[in-house]
């Protein structure tokens, strides 16, 4: 049964659209609901051959929605799944007496095989490229180097150093996974790497353990044991140990951690090594949806300190973070500040300044496209000087704001644009469709329509003059808003019971008379109606719920 839903698939018919009823709708809401459109879609109202058979078939799509939300199974199913759930063999045998939680439950233990058997097929592949650039030529610059550089001359700026490494895992079973990685790094023309191979098993819903194999010219052969537990559910530890074996003997080395949820945002993590960088740490890092802040302490051999950084994230498309730290220690005091934006759906893009004592002045850029990292470290100066800082910092920005404008909203727009060339072509022929069912219903709806105005007349009610349903643009480009707009007067003014017109919150595309006129784009409802003899106008959202009359639509006889 999971296998039939394997591809993501779109339902263009919301039976709850078409009812024009909430998702929470009670029996008797629907039931009202069906019994109005039946009314109006119902075969035998009509003589014509041609509105007969169009009648029909609304009538039995109407039925189908009815029979789908008022039986509690399918309408669960309906609402997990959509229209094409409901056509997956199967569901017979599920037991009628199930509940709509016990049918979630069903859905989500499938979706947790598919995601198995979709990792089995997954390498997972991870990678980082770090490029290290000496630019200090730029800023420290000696009186001797001025001398004996010619006129004219460019400062020396090289790669002093590059790491790159990769990873990729692949399951075995559905509780085995190997992981095979692997390092290359070269500093001052001086290079090594290695290879590692991981083998981990998940023994319970508690934990997992893992062995680790390794060689390499960097530190030796490496034979490691790591194991995660979950203590309790808010604890959980860690503890690893590896040997490395080289001429000089047997380096041993032992990290366990301890780790514990303080409150829903907050963790508090103790670390202890002992080995080659013997240290004990604690932090205490919390994260929100608005801000990320870590506290933390050590104690070790050769580095002691105490750090603080904290992020703002802000609540935007781009998923824009600015962030800052301190870090203080026998060491020297760093100082970083940056910000990271995202530039595209799988690329975020970001920038660091790192001031330093004794360290100097570094500008940090990275680049996270999808899994792979690509970090360029540049060191502007060993001293505190303004002007590397001025320039570190202004500098990144200015590029930025300049490739943001000419390079990279062009590009996204583009790709926006021949994404959705591409999903209108593809769902050209269900347009179609849905334009001729539309067409069909407004034709069926007429002669409802002229009894409803005039009852509407006769006791000054709600008169729909004109409505329009699409994409909206500006004034300069009416040609092309007239292209992607509907005319839905007679669908609305169908609704009208009581002087009242209602719409849920759910896509108008679905209601009687309706069809997407520019799929994939923001579309609005707009509706110029006549309530006691006065003018009221609306714009109303796609999903959003509309009541009229209302007194904040009336239009000013100024106006």
Known sequence: MAAALEEDEIDNDDYYSLLNVRREATQEELKASYRRLCMLYHPDKHRDPELKTQAEQLFNLVHQAYEVLSDPQSRAIYDIYGKRGLDVEGWEVVERKR??????????????????????????PKGTISVGVDATDLFDRYEEDYEEMPVGGLPHIEINRMHISQSIEAPLTTTDTAILSGSLSTHNGNGGGNINLAL????????????ELGAGDTHGPLLGLKIFRNLTPRCFMTAQCGMHFS??????GVTTMLARHLDKNTMGYLQWRWGAQSSMNTSIVRDTKSSHFTFAVQLGIPHTFIMMSYQYKFQDDDQTKIKGSVKSGFFGTVVEYGAETKISRHSVLGATVSVGVPQGVSLKIKLNRASQTYFFPIHLTDQLLPSAVFYATVGPLVFYLAMQRLVIKPYVRAQKEQELEKHRESAASDIAKKKQEAESAVLLMQESVRRIIEAEESRMGLIILNAWYGKFVTDNSRKHERARVIDVTVPLQCLVKDSKLILTEASKAGLPGFYDPCVGEEKSLKVLYQFRGVMHQVLSGDTEALRIPKQSHRIDNDT
């Open 247 to 252: 001429s000089r003997g047997v380096r041993p």
């Open 99 to 124: 509940t709509p939680a016990e049918i979630r439950e069903e859905f989500e233990r499938l979706q947790r095989e598919r995601e198995e058997r979709r990792l089995q097929q997954r390498t997972n």
């Open 200 to 211: 981990r098993r998940v023994t319970s819903a508690k934990g997992w353990g893992e062995v």
